[in-house]
């Protein structure tokens, strides 16, 4: 044992910079999988935990004033029901911020769905003009207990006595209303009511849905939502990350084993001599293997207790989401057996490729076997002769010569080499994407900028004027948005009708074509997922008690309502139902145009008649996805030198044995020098081929499988730019030629003496 650790510690003495980027390497790549599983922890459980503490219902369903909605507790599956609750919708502004409501009326504090208070306390009879806010609008409105809410175009006002949590889908500017808690007195002119039904079994969700359109009628239905699309919703862009962190954290392991698998192979090949002394003098091919395996587990156990320790000390100090997405998982009960599963996961992924790799060593006879003088696959091809006769620098021959004349061993370092470059390359790509919904929304599903709410006192011709006088505004598009119920009756979508077919709005299309004639539209992926049909079928959908027939003739990308959206004409609309008019207008500023800029010009020239609103893209709540992939592609250009550096080592070894014949036939030592930078530069440069060649593609794939699962659907994969691309490539090429300089050139200015004992 004494002599083994001996042996240890003397290996480790020579290869220092080797065992300290696998530490690295190690501990980056397990704290990827910590915050990966942090954050799908902190996506999940919060909003869990709130659904069973407020008593959550499934289904929750918006109908007309006059519905009978009590006859909802007599449907079968149903456990219990909060309401019907009277509704009415009302703006809300604030300190300047305004925000749309659904105002409900409600006595005490139900038995399912009750608010979770935050702050403040319940409604109480002696403040009749005291309302509790949900805790997302209440954010949004920078609104606190004993703020004052007025609600523009009339005198009345509100009083905020408490913020709460709640189970149901959040409030999301533009798109859904936040969600206020008053007293039936406090809702003047209630315009419709809501139930909230909670089920026996979840999973009859669907069936209940139906049942209950069908008591009541397609007509008293205005929306229903789920608790499942709440939970998504809550989930949101955490869920994204943490599958962000999770792929790459999986793929930065891999290309960290196979690394550590290609070092070992790689000293055990330029060691040989060493440990057929070592088997010599008695070690068993047992302690060799146990020498080989322990050192390197040893390098990622310390790399992974690194990481976890930090992760536990400081990772809920990171600013931002993954700070608090850490904070919350610290609090959860499966906190402590991830932050054991996942290090000890890591360390035997790395300790099972250490291993096969160290079970060779162990093969090695105790007698060294003579070296052959020449490599196994014969000498110059025919190319590599031609090449020289025509006078191409010999150095360029025999370093591409050498960097492939060993196939199965070639490959494998260029496999080696591009998993970590294949990583970047897609880490870049989905930057890229990103940076497209900043920088060109259009192409993305946005073309509009603003979303702008006009008060029923307004007109569509006076809004439309109103909006079109600001000169950064290129284009003010009518449209209405209304809830729809789809074939079958389990759920609502969104019905759109944007634009005129004198000025059509401009829809992202991925598939198909644009809607121009009457009854055609486009759909975004998730309605194409709900219903189960494709490009150029028919679906029926059903507004109130209008059912309407429409054409799909396009895929449209859809950020928004998960894409469950189904988008037509307002003509299209009008014909179905002639009293339809424009309830709000998305507009298309001038290029270079600062939204808030416009949005506070508006706001100000509507005098309380306007609410405007900037369109809120899925990049807004990626913000933390930047610096996940530099921290990502820090971890992969480690696990890429580890990797760099095993390869130019094990060149410059096996070069040792033709230096002999290279000085032989005159070759000078910068000449021979030129010969190992050639080889590792050429290798490299496979690899940056490789990696591009397949990660392009990869990223491509995975960037659309990701937009289709979320319902924003295929078509927004960009990859990055050839002027990234290329000095990427450069980088690598010109990093392996100056790292493989300095050891090329001692190689080949060693002693004879050395020269022959390295031969022998």
Known sequence: MRASLRWAH??????????????LATAGVVASLLLATALFGYATN?????????????????????????????????????????TAAVTLASRGSRAAAELRGIVGRPGTGRPLITSGHWLDPAVPDGVVLESSLARALLASPGDTLTLPGTARTLTVVGVADSAEPRYRPGERPGLVWALPSAVDGPDGQVAGLRLADPDDTGYVVQRAVTVLGAGAIG????WQQARAEAQGDNRLLGQVLGLFGLGALAAAGFAVHGAISTRIRGHLRDISVLKAIGFTPGQVVRVFLLQHLGYA?????????????????????????????????????????????????????????AWRAGRVPPVPVPRPAAPETGGLTGVARRALGARVPPALVLGWHKAFTRRPRSLGTVARLALPLLLIVVALSAWTTLDRFRSSPELVGLPAALSVRAD??????????LLERDPQVAAAHPG?????????????????????????????LAEGRAARGPDEAVAGQGLLDLLHVRVGDWVRVTVGDRPQVLHIVGRSIEPEHAGRVVSTSLDTLRGNDPSLEPDLYQLRLVPGADPGAVAGRLAAAGDGLLDVHA??????????LRAVVVGLIAVLALIGLIELLTAIGGTVREGERDLLA??????????????????ASCTALAAVLLALGAGLPLAHWLIDAQGRSSGVGSGIARGPSPALLVPLGAAVVLGAAVLAALPAARAARRRLADTLSAVA
């Open 223 to 226: 929306e229903v939502s789920t």
């Open 480 to 508: 209405v948005e209304v809830a729809a119920l789809v074939p079958g009756q389990t759920a609502t979508i969104a019905l759109r009708g944007f634009g005129t077919r004198e000025e059509p709005y401009p829809f992202t």
């Open 662 to 679: 290279l000085k032989a036939i005159g070759l000078s030592p910068r000449q021979i020098t030129a010969i190992t930078v050639t080889a």
């Open 301 to 357: 156990l310390l790399g992974a207790v690194a990481a976890a320790a930090l992760t536990e000390a400081l990772g809920s100090g990171i600013p931002g989401r993954l700070g608090d997405a850490v904070g919350v998982w610290q609090g959860l009960p499966g906190h402590t057996v991830a932050l054991f599963a996942v290090p000890v996961g890591a360390v035997l992924f790395i300790g099972a490729t250490t291993g096969l790799a």
């Open 10 to 23: 003397s290996d480790l003495r020579a290869h220092r910079g080797e065992a300290l980027f696998l530490v």
């Open 46 to 86: 919060p909003w869990q935990r709130t659904f069973a503490q407020v008593r959550g219902a499934h289904v929750t369903l918006h109908t007309t004033a006059f519905a009978d909605a009590s006859k909802l507790a007599g449907l079968d599956g149903v456990e219990a029901v909060a309401g019907p609750f009277p």
């Open 615 to 624: 369109v809120a893209g899925p990049a807004e709540g990626l913000s933390p």
């Open 456 to 465: 029923a006192s307004l007109g569509d011709r006076e809004a439309r004027a």
